[in-house]
Structure formats: structure tokens, C-alpha cells
């Protein structure tokens, strides 16, 4: 099993819940997260403030507003999962985002006690 996990823009998050669905992957966390990658941030794309000693650092300290999501699938999906994330969340512009692919050890239902894949 394998956690595959995207930094994406938060205008291409619904995107991509449904073209995980569509491909039989509904189950997926997301959550609101802010950073930055070597760009060091988009001016315009920032939603809120931040540290003005910060912003007059080289390069400044722009934070941007961004989707994460994590879904656990198994090993031989990973191609698929990331190509539809891929597929949905390419703009070719600086900020597209990132696919991160972690091992999982286990999984473990806990209603059930399910584990493994079966978990999943």
C-alpha cells in the first residue's frame, strides 16, 4: 500500500475529488494548508497577512494558499491515482503543486479490525 499525497490550488480541489470517484477512489482526506515552494510565493494568491519583517527578508515570505489531499491505495493504483491528479491539476504555470507516494506499513479499520488492503 502506498499514500499518495498532493499539494494542489484550491480552486482545482472538486476537480479532483471527482475524478478520484469517478476511478473507484472516493475515500481521500483534504485539508487547507499554506507554503511555498522555490518561487517563494505568488503575490496576488496570498489570502492573508503576514509578519512585514518577514516580507523584507530576500526574496520575501509569501505563504500560499493551498489544498492538500492523501488517499491510501494500493501499490499497482499509484500509476493511475497520480496520473488523474496530474491530468486534472496541470496549468503549466508555477504553483501546480506536488505528488508526494509514502509506504504504508498497515492499515487497520477500527470498527472492524479489518487490515490491510481490506482496510483500504
Known amino acids: 500500500m502506498k ?31 499554506a507554503g511555498r515552494g522555490k518561487q517563494k510565493g505568488i503575490t496576488g494568491e496570498v489570502t492573508f497577512a503576514v509578519n512585514p519583517e518577514l516580507e523584507k527578508q530576500e526574496g520575501g515570505m509569501k505563504y500560499v494558499p ?4 492523501s488517499l491510501v491505495v494500493d501499490d499497482q493504483d499509484v500509476p493511475l491515482v497520480v496520473a488523474a491528479i496530474i491530468k486534472v491539476n496541470r496549468t503549466g504555470r508555477i504553483g501546480d ?18 487490515k490491510g488492503l481490506a482496510a483500504i
Open 97 to 114: 503543486g506536488r505528488i508526494f507516494v509514502c509506504p504504508v506499513e498497515e492499515a487497520v479499520r477500527v470498527r472492524t479490525g479489518e
Open 66 to 69: 493551498k489544498r492538500m489531499i
Open 3 to 33: 499514500e499518495v499525497i498532493a499539494i494542489i490550488r484550491p480552486n482545482k480541489i472538486n476537480a479532483t475529488k471527482e475524478a478520484l470517484a469517478v476511478l473507484g477512489f472516493p475515500g481521500l482526506n483534504a485539508c487547507k494548508v
